[in-house]
Nanobody, 124 residues
Framework: VQLVESGGRLVQAGDSLRLSCTAS??????????MGWFRQAPGKEREFVAV????????YYANSLKGRFTISRDNAKNTVYLQMNSLKPEDTAVYYC????????????????WGQGTQVIVSS
């Protein structure tokens, strides 16, 4: 399974941005994967952002991001999205998507496939 993120760019504080992550691979059954978003800010460890179950019935977020970020998916397009609103400079990070064959997982070690990341920079 290959994951490719896109949508990261330089924005101003208060702006909105939508990231996408598209999966590909032989015999891919995208709906069979829980999809997560993580981020890594400069000088910090990678942290959990959000996760969505394969059928999109369950979503979970980092407590600090609830209400500003929304995760969604389109299984017909093999794509997961992260809508980010009211962006703050502290949201500056490389954002990664990841896929897990488990239902819903939060820890990095639980994910089987990772993308290369997309850079988001929020200027003040």
């Amino acid at each position: 399974v290959q994951l490719v993120e896109s949508g990261g760019r330089l924005v101003q504080a208060g702006d909105s941005l939508r990231l996408s992550c598209t999966a590909s691979g032989r015999a891919l059954s995208f709906s069979g994967f829980a999809m997560g978003w993580f981020r890594q800010a400069p000088g910090k460890e990678r942290e959990f952002v959000a996760v969505i179950s394969g059928n999109a019935e369950e979503t979970y977020y980092a407590n600090s991001l609830k209400g500003r970020f929304t995760i969604s998916r389109d299984n017909a397009k093999n794509t997961v999205y992260l809508q980010m609103n009211s962006l703050k400079p502290e949201d500056t990070a490389v954002y990664y998507c990841a896929a897990s064959i488990k239902v819903v997982v939060f820890g990095e070690d639980e994910y089987d496939y990772w993308g290369q990341g997309t850079q988001v920079i929020v200027s003040s």
